[in-house]
C-alpha cells in the first residue's frame, strides 16, 4: 500500500493550492479518507476528512469554506483543494486512510489511522 502525495509549494497569502495524493494498493473508495497538517512545534491536526464511499466530507471552523476534499475513483486519487490561504495555513500536509466508521468524526484521528501518505511542505509567504 503506497500513498503518494504532491502538491505542495509556496503561495501568496489569498492564493490557492491544490494537493493529490495518489493510492496504489487499495481502493479509496472503501476508505474513510484524511489531510492532516503540522506546522512546526505544533500537534498534527485533521484539516479535512472524507466518509466511505464518499458519504459525506467534513472540515474544522478554521478552514470551512476554503478547503474542500474530493475523490477521483477512476484515478483512486484524493485532492484537497485550498482556496484564501492564510499565512497560518503553512505547514506539512498529510493524506491518511482508515478503515474505521466514525474516522471522520473528529476530522480524522491519528490513532485510527492505516496508513499514511508522505507529507507535502505547504507555506504561505508574501
Known amino acids: 500500500v503506497q500513498l503518494q502525495a504532491s502538491g505542495g509549494g509556496l503561495v501568496q497569502p489569498g492564493g490557492s493550492l491544490g494537493l493529490s495524493c495518489a493510492a496504489s494498493?487499495?481502493?479509496?473508495?472503501?476508505?474513510?479518507i484524511g489531510w492532516f497538517r503540522q506546522a512546526p512545534g505544533k500537534e498534527r491536526k485533521g484539516v479535512s476528512c472524507?466518509?466511505?464511499?464518499?458519504?459525506?466530507?467534513y472540515y474544522p471552523d478554521s478552514v470551512k469554506g476554503r478547503f474542500t476534499i474530493s475523490i477521483d475513483n477512476a484515478k483512486n486519487t484524493v485532492y484537497l483543494q485550498m482556496n484564501s490561504l492564510k499565512p497560518e495555513d503553512t505547514a506539512v500536509y498529510y493524506c491518511?486512510?482508515?478503515?474505521?466508521?466514525?474516522?471522520?468524526?473528529?476530522?480524522?484521528?491519528?490513532?485510527?489511522?492505516?496508513?499514511w501518505g508522505q507529507g507535502t511542505q505547504v507555506t504561505v509567504s508574501s
Open positions: 491518511a486512510i482508515s478503515s474505521v466508521y466514525y474516522y471522520c468524526s473528529g476530522y480524522g484521528s491519528e490513532s485510527e489511522t492505516d496508513y
Open positions: 494498493g487499495l481502493t479509496l473508495n472503501d476508505y474513510a
Open positions: 472524507a466518509t466511505r464511499n464518499n458519504g459525506g466530507s
